[in-house]
Nanobody, 125 residues
Framework: QLQLVESGGGSVQAQESLRLSCVAS????????MGWFRQAPGKEREFVAS????????LYTDSVKGRFTISRDRAQNTLALQMDSLRPEDTAVYYC??????????????????WGQGTQVTVSS
């Protein structure tokens, strides 16, 4: 059974940076697309970024383009999200996710089969 464990969340001031990490165990994800989603209080979970199986293609929601960078290490079975120039509206619980059948980067939450427990990111102004 695949397990995803996130780390790296915390509380920062606006314009500061954080780096989230996700470690997968239980099976290889070398052919799976992976992604980051977030959920703010009272809101639905939303797409943040995705990366294809090889790491050559990335996809971002408009609000984080130019500020966030998703990356993966297939050999280590890890996923990362570098978040720069953070804003108060980035405050949310961030979730790492992986697909079982899809190799292409995608923003559709329904295509992700595996989820981490989430890590809190709080940005104050």
């Amino acid at each position: 059974q695949l397990q995803l464990v996130e780390s790296g969340g915390g509380s920062v001031q606006a314009q500061e940076s954080l780096r989230l990490s996700c470690v997968a165990s239980g099976r290889t994800l070398s052919t799976s697309a992976m992604g980051w989603f977030r959920q703010a209080p009272g809101k639905e979970r939303e797409f943040v970024a995705s990366i294809n199986w090889s790491g050559s293609v990335t996809l971002y929601t408009d609000s984080v383009k130019g500020r966030f960078t998703i990356s993966r290490d297939r050999a280590q079975n890890t996923l990362a999200l570098q978040m720069d120039s953070l804003r108060p509206e980035d405050t949310a619980v961030y979730y790492c996710a992986a697909t079982h059948f899809w190799s292409a980067a995608n923003a559709s939450i329904q295509l992700y089969d595996y989820w981490g427990q989430g890590t809190q990111v709080t940005v104050s102004s």
